[in-house]
């Protein structure tokens, strides 16, 4: 088995060489990555390989990681090992090859920021309360002259914000209804 694999990559020309070779070496350094993102070990560990801090760049320099290289690599190996031996001039086979090889990295950045997207936090912006009733937590000085602090329900969870009023004080334990945002800081009105 191993001398017919020997004797038929011995049989290749140097271009199919190369092609087979890239294509093999990034198609089992993706499987081992896929593998260590499905155990958990590629993030936040001693085996980072692959952490995409370019992401948050943004354009065209979220091209440059590790994984989109990989995913680039991957393309380029097997469109050229696809291509040699149907496309008789090498420099067309080189260039088709960089562009499925870019196609598949960029394909891969798409993708990695769709799943970016779906990513929830929980975090609620002090703008998603505009219109909810609450109750004052701390009293709240009259005039915008200072904070208090209000507690409200957001997605069947009591939180806790910062609030001013353009109106009297009001005062702790009073009913109150938001109406506005200025710098995370809630302006409400009694109800």
């Known amino acids: 088995m191993m001398e017919d694999l020997t004797l038929w990559y011995s049989s290749l020309a140097v271009a199919e ?26 993030s936040h ?10 992401l948050d760049a943004g354009g065209f320099a979220s091209l440059f990681s590790v994984r989109s290289f990989i995913n680039f690599l991957v393309g380029f190996g097997w469109a050229g090992v696809t291509f040699v031996g149907c496309i008789s001039s090498g420099w067309l086979v080189l260039i088709l ?7 598949f990295a960029c394909i891969y950045v798409f993708l990695l920021r769709k799943l970016h997207h779906l990513e929830a936090n929980g975090t609620i912006s002090a703008s998603d309360t505009l219109g909810l009733s609450g109750s004052v937590y701390l009293r709240i000085p009259g005039g915008r002259a200072g904070k208090g602090k209000v507690q409200l329900s957001v ?37």
């Open 45 to 54: 560990g001693d085996f980072d390989f692959s952490h995409d801090t370019t």
């Open 97 to 103: 090859s960089l562009a499925v090889g870019v196609l």
């Open 155 to 191: 997605n069947n969870s009591t939180r806790e914000y910062d609030a001013m009023t353009d109106g009297d004080t009001i005062p702790t334990g009073a009913q109150v209804t938001v109406v506005g945002e200025e710098a995370g800081c809630l302006i409400v009105i009694t109800r």
């Open 17 to 42: 060489k190369v092609y087979w070779s890239i294509a093999i070496a990034a198609s089992l350094i993706f499987v081992i990555q896929t593998i260590l993102t499905f155990i958990g070990i590629d």
